[in-house]
């Protein structure tokens, strides 16, 4: 059957198994080339054999799905988005994904810009011109999704490939 899923996505059993039965030596660290050779492998072979914007689609859609769970798991107890962006800030640096922080939003949590320092994709990356942190705007995405029960569009608007040496997110209710 085609449509059978072989690996559903599940914290439990992916994300958060049990690492001190299954790396008792080597623990939960990595370096960062290790996560974007796996990353960017991926996404040269779905490039490959889907084109460009079905990837990024992709990628967008994954990280709407990790960011839900990302939220369960390590920020569901915040009440309001200033709680919410310690938590998101606190957590980020804790795990190595960057530096993030609030740079703008709208009293009525419409509308926010969020930065991005030290990016796990893509700091240190020559410039393009193109953005390349569609995952993350995924991931942010499924964050506030989850936090505030409405649905979001997340676009980056900045990023360390277009020279900017920031990643930039404005992140909007969806119309």
């Known amino acids: 059957m085609e449509n059978e899923r072989k690996y559903k996505f599940d914290w439990d059993t992916t994300v958060g198994a049990d690492m001190e039965l299954a790396r008792p030596s080597l623990g939960t660290a990595t370096r960062v080339e290790v996560y974007r050779l796996f990353q960017f492998s991926l996404r040269d072979i ?3 054999h889907c084109g ?3 990837t990024d ?3 967008r859609e994954a990280g709407i799905m990790a960011g839900k769970v990302f939220f369960d798991k390590f920020l569901s107890d915040a009440k309001t988005t200033s709680e919410l962006a310690v938590k998101i ?3 980020f640096n ?3 994904i960057g530096i993030f922080r609030v740079e703008d939003s709208v009293g009525d949590n419409s509308h926010f810009v969020f930065t991005m320092e030290e990016d796990l994709n893509c700091s240190g990356f020559p410039d393009t011109s193109d953005v390349v942190c569609v995952y993350d705007e995924g991931f ?3 964050v506030l999704e989850s936090f505030s029960g409405k649905e979001f569009t997340v ?3 900045d990023c360390w490939s277009t020279g900017a040496r920031t990643c930039r997110f404005e992140a909007k209710i969806a119309s």
């Open 46 to 48: 779905l490039e490959q």
């Open 89 to 91: 800030q606190a957590s």
């Open 155 to 157: 676009r980056e608007i």
């Open 52 to 54: 460009t914007g079905k």
């Open 94 to 96: 804790t795990l190595g």
């Open 140 to 142: 942010i995405q499924g």
């Open 57 to 59: 689609e992709l990628f």
